[in-house]
Nanobody
Framework: VQLQASGGGLVQAGGSLSLSCEAPGITFIKYTVGWYRQAPGKQRELVATVSRSGTRNYSDSAKGRFTISRDNAKNTMYLQMSSLKPEDTAVYSC?????????WGQGTLVTVSS
């Protein structure tokens, strides 16, 4: 299963960006879906997840600025990011998880300039 993330790019601080990630070939509705990021020289960290029931979970840095959503009919998850800061610069990766089954996307680079 190859998740396909898109939407990254260069944005000025204070701006907005929307990411999407399609997960073809799976029963998407069964999975918890999420976004993670890895900044240069740092470990990968959770950004946000949304469970199969729709429960959302955000990192402290994402709360109030980012919104995760999912469209089960399209096997797609989204991350709407606003009020972006230079420290949000990272490679953002999507994943889906169901029990011990986990699939990852290839990542999309988000660069926030000051």
């Amino acid at each position: 299963v190859q998740l396909q993330a898109s939407g990254g790019g260069l944005v000025q601080a204070g701006g907005s960006l929307s990411l999407s990630c399609e997960a073809p070939g799976i029963t998407f509705i069964k999975y918890t879906v999420g976004w993670y990021r890895q900044a240069p020289g740092k470990q990968r960290e959770l950004v946000a997840t949304v469970s199969r029931s729709g429960t959302r979970n955000y990192s402290d840095s994402a709360k109030g600025r980012f919104t995760i959503s999912r469209d089960n009919a399209k096997n797609t998850m989204y991350l709407q990011m606003s009020s972006l800061k230079p420290e949000d610069t990272a490679v953002y990766s999507c994943n889906v998880k169901w029990g011990s089954v986990v699939y990852w996307g290839q990542g999309t680079l988000v660069t926030v300039s000051s």
